[in-house]
């Protein structure tokens, strides 16, 4: 079964720095998109950037121009580089991938357990 394995949280300063990595591991066969949702203290989970199987980005309108998402297929891990962080950043942060299944031919979700940003004023 496919397991991820996340990396990278903790507590940062404002304007600071923190580089998030998830790793996927199994047998993974029809592997597509991988991404980084957040989810904030009394908020719905959101997407804050996803990456194609081609490298096409995606990023929400919040983050754009401050987070940067890359992928290593090779390896089967993304990373989410996090400059100029803000205090509205602090959230827990969610890997997710995003797997084909030709039988059924659906994208079925997987998660992380979930590592928490803390973004200090």
């Known amino acids: 079964q496919v397991q991820l394995m996340e990396s990278g949280g903790g507590l940062v300063q404002a304007g600071g720095s923190l580089r998030l990595s998830c790793a996927a591991s199994g047998r993974i066969f029809g592997l597509s998109s991988m991404g980084w949702y957040r989810q904030a203290a009394g908020k719905q989970r959101e997407l804050a950037a996803s990456?194609?199987?081609?490298?096409?980005?995606n990023y929400a309108d919040s983050v754009k121009g401050r987070f940067t998402i890359s992928r290593d297929n090779g390896k089967n891990t993304v990373t989410l580089q996090m400059n100029n962080l803000k205090p509205e950043d602090t959230a827990v942060y969610y890997c997710?991938?995003?797997?084909?299944?030709?039988?059924?031919?659906?994208?079925?979700?997987?998660w992380g357990q979930g590592t928490q940003v803390t973004v200090s004023s």
């Open positions: 990456i194609s199987i081609r490298g096409i980005p």
């Open positions: 997710n991938v995003k797997i084909y299944n030709a039988i059924t031919n659906q994208l079925n979700d997987y």
